[in-house]
């Protein structure tokens, strides 16, 4: 890719180690070196937006090609079909609630390359008693049974003598073993089995009586340069590498929860017109593309996402643009924006102020929709690195287009120059785009009740009780 586009050096990305000599910035005074962002409301040819109208019909696809060209890729226009299956099904209990758990299969139609597989792997879990269509929220997680059913005490004792007998027959020698421990038992009867730590979040929306679908990245595009001619990306060129304008990983993923959406609107238990996507930190980035690349999605929670999502490319705080160019991160992007990390080539010395778009653009693309934006406390663990005070100025600057299109913002003004980070667990959530900054650390599980009581608001639905 840097022999395509004339790259000769990449600048390398700043160091996590305070200790190392390039070590990344953490003095507000040198943070912002680039202080002038594009105008998020002025076109390409310098007139003002000033309409609904102006907007959706022109300013909107206009950055669209922009992030799409230069930033995150364009989809190919020969990506294949999919065909979607249910694989199994399981009856769980998940935050107390009886729900019906099933395994889909997203099968890519991969006759014009038999050899790259992609095999879309999801877990959908929704409510086992509803009596109208739920709301869901799409996660980017590992698709897994979330809470399995156990065997009942007939069922665990059955398989525990079958266990034990096979392996007698196999080695006598363990029978006087068998014999000394009678209260062994391999298989053990079913009862409260606590779900790993990660699934608090999944507890939460089941008790808040929406659907949970957990969508496997990894199933979709590798996360790594390597995979970059398998996967989706890979099956759509057939095996080739991309060409500078073809999408990266984030951008993948995205693709990928397009197509569950799709499946999803043949579901009659699901209300699709109120579905979320939902992320956390590489995830966070990808939840925000999708949502902002896909007007299906009626709300996005977009957790700790950093660079390449809501941190500003511009800011000189934490992660930079070279973090994402110079290093093992740069398959998350289109080739072209390895442009904007280099130090020598073809085009001369390009940095993040060449950029034509920036990220408080990309959040605005979700306008008027729901779009919810969480970080968590660098202290316990959601690191500077992050750049939290950088997000909320670019989330402020996204607000303009909230108010244009009638809805409501964060309600601090839209000044990012100005815009300082309010105290942690301050709740901006009157509107339709929404900030708070949790306890914790790199999750969004602490906010998780806060963006459920808030959506449920502004979709005018009575949660739970």
């Known amino acids: 890719m840097m022999r395509r586009l004339g790259i000769t050096q990449l600048r390398p990305g700043a160091s996590g180690d305070p200790a190392a000599p390039d070590a990344a910035n953490y003095e507000p005074g040198k943070a912002n070196p680039y202080p002038v962002w594009p105008d998020l409301l002025k076109m390409a040819d310098g007139r003002p937006v000033t309409t609904a109208a102006m907007w959706q019909q022109r300013r909107r696809p206009e950055l669209i090609e922009l992030f799409e060209r230069e930033i995150y890729g364009r989809i190919p226009a020969n990506v294949p079909g999919v065909t979607w299956r249910i694989d199994n099904v399981d009856r769980e209990y998940f935050g107390g609630q009886p729900v019906l758990a099933q395994q889909l299969v997203g099968h890519v139609d991969n006759r014009a390359a038999p050899k790259i597989d992609v095999d879309i792997r999801v877990t959908l879990v929704l409510p086992a008693n509803a009596k109208e269509r739920v709301p869901l929220l799409m996660m980017f997680a590992p698709a897994r049974y979330p809470s399995p059913s156990q065997p009942n005490a007939v069922e665990a004792a059955r398989l525990d003598a079958v266990l034990k ?15 000394a421990h009678p209260g062994f038992e391999f298989v053990k009867p079913g009862g409260f089995v606590a779900p790993p730590p990660d699934d608090e979040r999944i507890t939460k929306v089941i008790a808040a009586g929406w659907g ?68 956390v930190s590489r995830w966070g980035k990808a939840a925000l593309v999708t949502a902002a690349l896909d007007e299906r999605f009626a709300m996005v929670l977009i957790g700790s996402s950093g660079e390449g999502g809501v941190k500003p490319h511009r800011r000189n705080f934490g992660e930079q643009v070279e973090n994402l160019t110079g290093t093992s991160e740069y398959h998350w992007m289109a080739g072209n924006f390895l442009k904007y990390g280099t ?46 005070q950088g997000s909320y100025m670019a989330t402020v600057a996204a607000g303009r287009a909230w108010t244009l299109l009638g809805r409501q913002d964060l309600g601090r003004g839209h000044d990012y120059h100005t815009a300082v980070l309010p105290p942690q667990g301050t709740n901006l959530l009157e509107g339709e785009l929404g900030w708070r900054q949790h306890e914790g650390g790199h999750t969004d599980a602490p906010n998780m009740t806060y963006f459920l009581e808030w959506a449920n608001r502004k979709i005018g639905r009575e949660p739970r009780r």
């Open 212 to 279: 949970v679908a957990l969508l496997d990245t990894s199933t979709i595009q590798a996360d790594n340069g390597a995979g970059l001619r398998a996967g989706i990306i890979g099956l759509a060129n057939r095996g080739a590498p991309r060409t500078p304008e073809q999408w990266g990983a984030l951008r993948a993923w995205g693709w990928g929860a397009s197509r569950l959406l799709d499946y999803l609107g043949t579901r009659p238990e699901v209300d699709v017109a109120h579905v979320g996507i939902e992320g």
């Open 165 to 179: 007998a096979t392996l007698v027959a196999r080695d006598p020698a363990l029978a006087p073993i068998f014999t």
């Open 343 to 388: 130090e020598r080539g073809r085009l001369g010395r390009k940095t993040a102020d060449d950029l034509p778009i920036e990220s408080h653009e990309l959040l605005a693309l979700v306008a008027p929709r729901l779009a919810f934006v969480s970080y968590g406390v660098p202290e316990q663990g959601d690191a500077n690195w992050l750049d939290q």
